[in-house]
């Protein structure tokens, strides 16, 4: 082998080598720009205020790695108080508690307290039933948190199971006025995805939602369930029910390969969230 030769063959080794240390693997479904669900709908017939500018910034809040939170009925005195026990709570939280009819998973009802998780793991209170649910056979109870989204909820018979009192303390009046009953019992509001224009907006379309409702849009890195995340406007629901909806992606969550969305009304307190491939599909 002479000069030219070796010097060839030590030149095509470097090229391997350096295409080898770069080298990975790729499936198409990485950049297919598929979101997770889609439904087919008419042309969108919503958007958002184009006057509305987007605030706030993109914020992940801190990841709970342990289990599922969970809530237990302890006991009950009837038309006066709950008490339940917590599992695999996080530390350190503040959790508003909710009660509601039942069917409803507490959702938009009457928040009775508040509570901090404290070392979190499993914890014991009693709340008040309202007076508005009073009567009632099954109550419904959630604990949320506004800040990290965390939540659990259960429900209980307003039936006692321990020895209470012969004239039960009447509970404090709670505003505002009555649970929620826009929706019927275990119908949740959800929202798919129908289209993305990349870096521009997504289409979404939503099923379950209350009518005559404000609900604000928020968007936020992949994981947060939209928490904490930019406010780019906000969306009227109109009849309810069925609803399109073209969203403006905010300058901040550009060049994002996931982002998510999240409608949340400030006043009846319910909420949807989902994400989506931030690529141009269909």
């Known amino acids: ?7 060839t063959f030590v030149a095509l080794v470097t090229i391997l080598a350096v295409l080898a240390a770069f080298a990975g693997s790729w499936s198409p479904g990485q950049s297919a720009g598929l979101p997770q669900v889609t439904i087919p709908t008419s042309e969108p017939t919503h958007t958002p205020d184009p006057t509305a500018t987007a605030t706030g910034v993109p914020f992940r809040p801190p990841v709970y790695t342990g289990p599922i939170p969970l809530i237990f009925i302890v006991d009950v005195i009837r038309d006066d108080t709950v008490t339940i026990r917590t599992v695999n709570f996080p530390k350190n939280v503040e959790f508003a508690v909710l009660m509601n009819y039942y069917g409803t998973l507490g959702i938009a009802g ?8 404290g ?4 914890l014991r209170w009693t709340f008040k039933i309202p007076d508005s649910l009073k009567g009632l056979q099954r109550i419904a109870i959630r604990l949320v948190s506004y800040s990290t989204g965390y939540y659990a909820y259960n429900w209980f018979w307003n039936f006692s199971t321990i020895a209470g009192p012969a004239a039960p303390t009447p509970a404090a009046t709670i505003a505002p006025g009555t649970p929620g009953t826009t929706l019927p019992p275990f119908v949740i509001p959800t929202f798919f995805i129908q289209a993305v224009q990349k870096d521009t907006s997504v289409t979404i379309v939503t099923n379950n939602f209350p ?3 404000t609900f604000d849009v928020y968007m ?3 994981g947060t369930a939209g928490i904490n995340g930019i406010k780019i406007g906000s969306v009227d629901s109109g ?6 909806y073209t969203l403006t992606i905010p300058d ?8 998510a969305v999240r409608l949340k009304s400030p006043t009846s307190g319910y909420y949807a969230f989902n994400w989506f491939w931030n690529n141009t599909y269909p």
Do not use: W
Not at 239 to 244: K, M, Q
Not at 252 to 259: F, L, N, S, T, V
């Open 1 to 7: 082998m002479n000069v030219k030769q070796v010097k």
């Open 252 to 259: 901040a969550m550009k060049g994002q390969p996931r982002i």
């Open 211 to 213: 009518a005559n409702d």
């Open 239 to 244: 009849a309810g029910g069925v609803l399109t």
């Open 110 to 117: 009457l928040q009775v307290d508040t509570v901090n998780s």
């Open 119 to 122: 070392a979190g793991g499993e």
């Open 220 to 222: 936020n890195f992949y």
